[in-house]
């Protein structure tokens, strides 16, 4: 059974940072591209940033380039996100998602992670 | 950056009435469209993917159809535990984008 467990979220301050973490299990993680998706208070969902299944090949949203990173250890069936200089409007549940590759659906969900920055 | 516009944003409905929610695309994205199923406090839940092809264990109630900007998700017989907020989303280019949600009521 597919399971994806973030963790590592909450309260910072503005410009701060944050590193988030998603624990994988119940599936073959090397196999899969990863993404990370946030949804803000009572809003919709805006995909982040993804990373293929070796790691190669990454690709950002305009929102986060710039501030955030991600990373993988498959290895450790672990994926990652840094988030540095945090803005209030970054304030969200932050979701990790499996897909076959790029462009393909999100198929698994993590449970979600909140991240709040504020002052 | 490819828009996705959902419409209408709430309905409400009755149980066994037939609703249909629609999603235009900004451009044509074929057939590239997904839809997601959200119930309150909980992730996202994978539908339907490349407009009509329903996941493993999703009800036939549910359905999907359209082409390049103009798609449909239309549940046949709407049941208590549908009601949830339903996302299109477009896998077509990049970036990938999500339309603004249909909150189901019932």
């Known amino acids: 059974q597919v399971q994806l467990v973030e963790s590592g979220g909450g309260l910072v301050k503005p410009g701060g940072s944050l590193r988030l973490s998603c624990a994988a299990s119940g599936f073959t993680f090397s196999d899969y591209s990863v993404s990370w998706i946030r949804q803000a208070p009572g809003k919709g969902l805006e995909w982040l940033s993804y990373i293929s299944s070796t790691g190669g090949t990454t690709f950002y949203g305009a929102s986060v380039k710039g501030r955030f990173t991600i990373s993988r250890d498959n290895a450790k069936n672990s994926l990652f996100l840094q988030m540095n200089s945090l803005r209030t409007e970054d304030t969200a549940v932050y979701y990790c998602t499996t897909s076959l590759d790029w462009l393909l659906p999100f198929d698994s969900w993590g449970q979600g992670t909140l991240v709040t920055v504020s002052s | 950056d490819i828009h996705m516009t959902q419409s209408p944003s709430s309905l409400s409905a009755s149980v066994g009435d037939r609703v249909t929610i629609t999603c235009r695309a900004s451009q044509s994205i074929s057939s590239y469209l997904n839809w997601y199923q959200q119930k309150p406090g909980m992730a996202p839940k994978f539908l339907i993917h490349t407009a009509s092809t329903l996941q493993s264990g999703v009800p036939s109630r549910f359905s999907g159809g359209g082409f390049g900007t103009d798609f449909t998700l239309t549940i046949s017989s709407l049941q208590p535990e549908d009601s949830a907020t339903y996302y299109c989303?477009?896998?077509?280019?990049?970036?990938?984008?999500f339309g603004g949600g249909t909150k189901v009521e019932i």
């Open positions: 989303q477009q896998s077509y280019s990049n970036p990938v984008t």
